[in-house]
């Protein structure tokens, strides 16, 4: 080792002493760092990177975590500065769920990796083009794409990266479409658990929704992913048209009228009513606003023509062809195309063996869930010149 890198004897003890100092601060229900399980061995004994430490490195060090920041939430195809990527998603979800992990005295590392990645595994166009891949990859394999699924798969099989069993279970339950009004962990104690429920996700339409996380850190990253989109869905509808200065504004919530409201109370309520126990609670008010507020969003939001309009005319069509193509590539082992060139021989991916070893349609998927929205689109246009897709088509501009 390099003495300019290696603590000296004095040094490492100081380091030791704090870090034992806050693991004696931790709630009797939290998550030690000593309990973390990793699949395969891992030998990091660097007193400032304890277990759930290496796992946010892990997660934040790699170019598909890169490529949130090109992803866009519900409104893809509006050329505005202002509205959410899914980069800014995983950072607000990280916050308000790292300020509960600390409020209760939870471990915030981990719940910091869990929030960071839960996300890692959505498509282009946000869940619109997570449901026109579910469709294909139904057709082609008898599978379901579930984005929850994929981040574990993307950072635990593609990426390569070694995090613990309790991170990756909590992405895998982290699905905030299904509200509770109590959020009980459920073991799962070994790999061979996490492998059932991901493969009952790909074969039950509809299980992830009634996953519940192993741990209360990944039970906090779910109710925070809710509290995150919940109220900031709202404001970029609010910047593209489809909502009004009159119906943003929820008069007659008790969680407030504006998104920093609903995750400041709704934040304090869930810590109020969860100091010193083995589960999340709230109370039924504040559960019951909740769960108005995700009821206006779908009727005003997520159904409108905005939301998916051009996603069913033009996106549904261009996956479906780059689908096959990719599919027939990867059959007759053209390296010259993309599928190759910019994923399994991609420098991140190329030393990774036993990839290509995976199925073909899963290869596919894999490939067609890590491309941003503008990557997506470039691709289609390169391939298929002939029935290109102008961006003039596509988005609604800045200036009209």
């Not at 719940?111 to 026109?132: K, N, R, V």
């Not at 394999?141 to 950072?155: D, I």
């Amino acid at each position: 080792m390099n003495p300019l890198f290696e603590y000296t004897a004095d040094e490492a003890a100081y380091l030791r002493e704090g870090y034992d100092a806050a693991q004696a601060q931790l709630s009797p229900y939290a998550t030690r760092h000593e309990d973390a399980i990793f699949e395969h061995e891992d030998r990091d004994t660097d007193p400032v990177r304890p277990a759930f430490v290496r796992d946010v490195d892990r997660i934040l060090n790699n170019a598909f975590y890169n490529r949130c920041m090109d992803k866009t939430q519900v409104f893809p195809f509006y050329k505005k500065d202002d509205l959410t990527r899914r980069s800014f998603h995983l950072q607000l979800v990280s916050q308000t769920a790292r300020k509960i992990a600390t409020a209760l005295r939870l471990n915030v590392a981990l719940t910091e990796a869990i929030a960071l990645g839960h996300d890692m595994g959505h498509t282009p166009f946000g869940h619109g083009g997570e449901y026109i891949l579910n469709d294909l990859y139904r057709e082609h394999a008898s599978r379901c794409f579930n984005h929850n699924v994929h981040s574990v798969r993307l950072l635990r099989t593609v990426a390569g990266r070694n995090l613990s069993l309790q991170t990756l279970n909590g992405m895998l339950c982290h699905c905030g479409e299904k509200a509770f009004l109590e959020y009980h962990p459920a073991p799962c104690d070994s790999f061979d658990q996490l492998d059932a429920m991901m493969n009952r996700c790909m074969l039950e339409p509809g299980a992830s929704q009634d996953l519940k996380p192993s741990t209360l850190e990944g039970c906090v990253v779910r109710i925070c992913d809710i509290l995150a989109y919940m109220g900031k869905d709202r404001q970029d509808a609010l910047s593209v048209g489809v909502l009004d200065d009159e119906s943003y504004y929820i008069r007659d919530n008790i969680l407030g009228e504006t998104n920093w409201e609903f995750i400041q109370n709704a934040s304090a309520n869930i810590i109020k009513n969860s100091i010193e126990r083995n589960y999340l609670g709230m109370d039924q008010e504040v559960f019951d606003a909740i769960i108005a507020i995700k009821d206006q969003n779908n009727a005003e939001i997520y159904q409108t023509d905005a939301a998916h309009k051009t996603l069913d005319t033009y996106i549904a069509p261009m996956m479906a062809r780059l689908y096959d193509q990719f599919l027939a590539d990867l059959e007759a082992g053209d390296e010259s195309s993309y599928i190759f060139r910019h994923h399994l021989n991609a420098w991140m991916l190329k030393n990774n063996a036993a990839y290509r070893n995976e199925d073909p349609n899963a290869i596919v998927v894999d490939y067609i869930a890590s491309m941003t929205d503008e990557y997506f689109i470039d691709l289609f246009n390169k391939l298929y010149p002939e029935d290109a897709v102008s961006t003039d088509v596509l988005y609604v501009p800045h200036f009209k």
